[in-house]
């Protein structure tokens, strides 16, 4: 257990992203991978671009644990993150959603640009899909993502489950979906505050 740290010179191979002296991991999936519930993943400035067959489907991140992953490092200096002058950017290009989180757990993400995710098909959500989860998501600025064909809904963040997730001061523009293309919540008891969507 402990922080883990991400950063775009980082390196994967025999890294538990723990030990600054041994550098950084490169990828937040890699991270994921190695922290236990609990952790916090600290992410540098950068764009990230890696998408992983992970759960069955294509995704920067499958998240099934109760971590907090949090943008806007510049990597060597962990002690403050500043997303606005420090952007961190998980970019999924096309090619997948850019986080899945699943499971009974109650995770954080903040801090982050959530870019050019996309899903054609079955449940929705480019940037942000969670069924069986209580996120917080904030701080993030969450754009450009697609939900697309049949029964496709929520382009920024799509939210399946019963239970109370907490999403503010997220900037979410520029999406697209059948319905929601900001944010589609299907259940729960969702709180939303100071967001703003267009």
Not at 96 to 118: D, K, M, Q
Request: with cysteine; charged share 15%.
């Amino acid at each position: 257990a402990g922080t883990r740290y991400v950063a775009p010179n980082g390196t994967d191979e025999v890294n538990n992203c723990t030990v600054l002296e041994y550098g950084p991991c490169a990828t937040v999936q890699h991270a994921v991978g190695q922290a236990v519930d609990g952790d916090a993943l600290l992410v540098a400035e950068g764009v990230y671009s890696d998408v992983h067959t992970v759960g069955g489907g294509a995704q920067m991140v499958y998240l099934d644990k109760s971590l907090t992953l949090r943008g806007g490092y510049v990597s060597g200096v962990w002690d403050t993150s500043d997303p606005v002058f420090h952007p961190t950017v998980l970019d999924a290009g096309g090619q997948g959603r850019v986080i899945y989180a699943t499971g009974s757990i109650a995770p954080t993400v903040e801090g982050f640009h959530l870019r050019n995710g996309a899903v054609d098909g079955g449940d929705g959500a480019g940037a942000c899909f969670s069924v069986g989860v209580e996120p917080t998501v904030r701080l993030n600025l969450i754009y450009n993502n697609t939900a697309s064909g049949a029964g496709s809904d929520g382009g920024g963040i799509y939210y399946g489950s019963a239970g109370s997730p907490l999403m503010e001061r997220n900037t979410i523009y520029g999406n697209a979906a059948n319905s929601g293309a900001g944010i589609y919540l299907e259940g729960g008891n969702a709180s939303l505050w100071n967001n703003v969507l267009y």
